[in-house]
């Protein structure tokens, strides 16, 4: 199969042993992302790329990475051109607000805001930034093209097909990204191949991490303190890697200047 600036990537993830390739993937696309908009080669001094974080912005995580990343500066010339376009929005829909007529049912009826459609102009303003964010719009638009290229190589390259049913499986969130890819992307037969492969790793493992984190607990246990960790040690945030994604032992992502 021709080599193209996913498979390369998408080959290294599968051999870096992770719980789940797609998640180590993502990391390097979110870590990308942040290094562009804020390293050393000073992306966020030019025009077209501050045109888009000044469109998008930024989501409560990201902007958590850029703080801890450490360049002020270039979070601060971001922020000033990005804060320019909010207030410029945010006067146009203070100016066009009208608020709706009140009823005594809506009084009495108990506030979800986290599960409600917004019924304001306001409320959707904010929805629509909130739905946008640099750095994720960076991963989602790479992510979908390494899907489809893991199922590119699956089909025609006995190596990453080897890769693939060595592996470890995957975290839930990916694992069902490709079941529903699998439905467009194989035919019948290939369906029938690749089911049982991917189903029994994932159950495979899923009972390993059971096992292993089952393990860290009992070694608390007074009788068993001589006894060997084995793989356990690491087994918590592997587990919650497993079930939800991402590495919540990974140390603070920082400029290496």
Known sequence: MKE?????????????NDECPFCFIERNLEQHAINFALGSG????????????????????????????GNRLGSALILSTHFKKL??????????????????????????????????SIGA?????ESHCYVCDHIHSNYGRYIDT????????????????????FCLHHFAHLVET????LNDRQKNEFYPVLFSLMQENMKRLQDEVTWFTEKYDYRNKDKDWGNSRD???RCMQK????????????SDR
């Not at 390369?8 to 870096?16: E, R, S, Y």
């Not at 007529?101 to 805001?113: A, E, I, V, W």
């Not at 893991?150 to 592996?167: G, I, Q, R, T």
């Open 4 to 16: 193209s600036i996913y498979t390369i990537p998408l080959m290294d993830a599968f051999k870096a």
């Open 42 to 69: 000073a992306s966020y001094m030019e025009d077209d790329v501050r045109s888009q974080t000044d469109k998008l912005g930024f989501c409560r995580h990201h902007y958590k990475m850029m703080f801890d990343y």
């Open 87 to 120: 207030n410029e929005e945010l006067s146009g829909q203070i100016r066009h607000f009208s608020p709706a007529k009140s009823s005594f049912l809506k009084k009495m009826k108990k506030t979800s805001p986290d599960t409600e459609l917004p019924r304001t």
């Open 125 to 129: 303003w904010v929805a629509e930034n």
């Open 150 to 169: 893991f199922f590119e190589l699956y089909v025609n390259s006995p190596e990453f097909s080897d890769l693939f049913k060595s592996s470890k499986g």
């Open 182 to 185: 699998a439905e467009n992307k």
């Open 235 to 237: 087994s918590v945030q």
């Open 243 to 254: 079930d939800r994604g991402g590495y919540p032992a990974d140390p603070v992502f920082q």
